[in-house]
């Protein structure tokens, strides 16, 4: 058997279940990240990032039809443990999430300080308030949050600086895995890129690994070691980040890139036609056959996720 | 009025009183500040800036939905005059409208037949196969086809993308002179984005059609116009042909948005972006002087931040700038950097 990654992801099945069906939002993901390296989760809306994001933190919706799968960190199944041992060992202490849209659920009439703590106190990591104080004031300064916000509630910041409040309340509890779900995605792009410098420092310097989910390929070029590329809820090519931006090879991620705009070069622009398959409805074969511009007669069976070359995972019978 | 120009706005201002306690004046948000610029007939222009920067006000002072605290629209050679209702209701139908948030621009119980059709029963085309002639004609246009397939349908029923072109193809279906454009494909997938904004310029030149497109996102303006404007803090800082400005930007705000772009590329891990620290200026307590001093690494002392910059040319056609380092020909951004 192959060796473990630090965290690595078997199988994993997220569905819903909803009045017209069920919903294949993660279907059957399966990927490895070593220890302090970090990847980009890419792909259209709907595909199905933040449900898988959900999925490894066992965040699931009331109407969750289908939970499955493994979920190994550090070569421990965490599906294993009890909902009260996951969530008291587990999150926020090991893996934690940036929730998309995050800094518009900060609870408005609580101070940032406050919040930012309340994973210490409730996971009992410090002793007293003034420890809890201390921790709160290191990780308000590894983002580049003036200490004296502290003391602020959230609508007396700006959209950048609540974005920074809740990557610090990620970073406190010094998790050895954070999730962050489009954490710039409704920012300015000079904000935007002031974050990613932060979460590249944090990044060197604390050694945690990041998975960012988001759908802005430029900007995941930022901190990605490696990168995934969803598609209907399925990883379709999962590899490091020089092959991926370089030259990916999923007909999907071919089309992805090219539909990217660059400043620097003239390029013609490509787009993808059509639109993806419903979830609720998925098609025999290839889900992403019936859009493909490489289509041909095996692409009515469903492919595998070939390892074409070591650590390159393509889910496409072109490179069988 | 130069006669090529169809749209023609003059030190425009559009301040919004923010009041305390319903009544008390607390001071004015500056969203749009003295701006100027023209549109030709056929024309498409960008206007670029960041979130709050006030494109999206600036676009409806344009549309009539503001009333400015000063400055005018002259549009086809006449000068607007809001209190004017048969003026406006002219100038309504000849000026096409895409606003910012798709998903919130489509009313849900209606189909697609009907949403078409509401401009032009409010416009007074009484005659309902013209009406539906005229449908047919935009939905082709904008491939929204088979189009009996998709008369009959809701907006849910569509794809982000097919109710964005939706959007257009009702800003359009009026036959307007001018489109404003309002962050119209920002919220979608990038994969879907080009196939809309190729489509909105192959329409721009089939109908000659004037254009003003408002985007955040500098990388989508090559692509669709010829002209850029940049704006900052209420007032437009730079303007200039959009392969000038990329290439050879002069306004140091412009050349942090530039530097800023993620460019899809596995070398950007490496190192870390030059960007200037702080936040957008506050529209209501602007800085004095240039709004952008406080976050410009060339800021000259006395100057920058005690007087607003006027427009300085920076060598190439039509290449206009508001910054004082371009106040003697030949100089502009210092070399040492
Ligand atoms: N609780 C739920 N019940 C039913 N369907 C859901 C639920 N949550 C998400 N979905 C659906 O699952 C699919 C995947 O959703 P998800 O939010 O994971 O996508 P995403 O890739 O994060 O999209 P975006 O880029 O828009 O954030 C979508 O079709 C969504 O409508
Ligand atoms: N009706 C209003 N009353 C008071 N303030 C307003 C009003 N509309 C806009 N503003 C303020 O004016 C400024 C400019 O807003 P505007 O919507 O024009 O920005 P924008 O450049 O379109 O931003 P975005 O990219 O986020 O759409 C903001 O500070 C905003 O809060
Ligand atoms: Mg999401
Ligand atoms: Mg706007």
Known sequence: ?320 | MAAKNLLEIENLHTWFELKKYGFVTVGNVRAVDNVSFTIEKGEAISLVGESGCGKSSLAKTILGLYNPREGHINFAGTVLDSSDEEQMDWYRAKVGYVQQDPYGALPPFMTLKKILEEPMKINGIKDSEERIQRIKETMEELKLTPVDDFLSKFPHMLSGGQQQRTVIARALVLDPDLLIADEPVSMLDASVRIEILELLQKIQHERDLSVMYITHDLSTVRYFSKRIMVMYGGKIVERSPVGDLLDNPAHPYSIALLHAISEPDAENVDTYKEVPSGEPPSLLNPPEGCRFHPRCKYKIDGLCDEEIPPDFGCGMEGHQVACWLYRQEGEGIPDDS
């Open chain 1, 1 to 320: 058997m192959e060796e473990r990654k630090y965290l690595d992801i078997e199988d994993i099945e997220l569905f819903f279940s909803t009045s017209e069906g069920t919903v294949r939002a993660v279907d059957k993901v399966s990927f490895g990240l070593p220890r302090g390296e970090s990847m980009v989760v890419v792909g259209e809306s709907g595909c199905g990032k933040s449900s898988l994001g959900n999925a490894i933190l066992r965040l699931l919706p009331r109407n969750t039809e289908k939970y499955e799968g493994h979920v190994f960190l550090n070569s421990e199944d965490l599906m294993s443990l009890s909902d009260e041992k996951f969530r008291h060992d587990i999150r926020w202490n090991r893996l934690a999430l940036v929730p998309q849209a995050a800094m518009n659920s900060l609870n408005p009439v609580i101070k940032v300080q406050d919040q930012v703590a309340e994973p210490l106190l409730v996971h009992d990591m410090v002793d007293n308030k003034e420890q809890a104080k201390d921790r709160v004031v290191k990780s308000f300064r590894r983002v580049g949050v003036p200490t004296d916000f502290l003391q602020r509630y959230p609508f007396e910041l700006s959209g950048g600086m609540k974005q920074r409040v809740s990557i610090a309340m990620s970073l406190v509890t010094e998790p050895d895995i954070v999730i962050l779900d489009e954490p710039t995605s409704a920012l300015d792009m000079l904000t935007q890129a002031n974050i990613m410098n932060v979460l590249k420092r944090i990044k060197e310097e604390l050694g945690i690994s990041f998975i960012l989910i988001t759908h802005d390929i430029g900007t995941s070029s930022e901190i990605a070691d490696r990168a995934a590329v969803m598609y209907a809820g399925q990883i379709v090519e999962y590899t490091d980040a020089r092959n991926f931006f370089g030259d990916p090879l999923h007909p999907y991620s071919i089309k992805l890139m090219s539909s990217v705009p660059r400043l620097d070069v003239d390029k013609d622009l490509d787009y993808i036609p059509g639109q993806p398959p419903s979830l609720l409805n998925l098609p025999e074969g290839c889900y992403f056959a019936e859009r493909c511009h490489k289509r041909f007669e095996k692409c009515s069976q469903e492919p595998p996720l070939f390892e074409v070359e070591d650590d390159w995972h393509v889910k496409c019978w072109l490179y069988k």
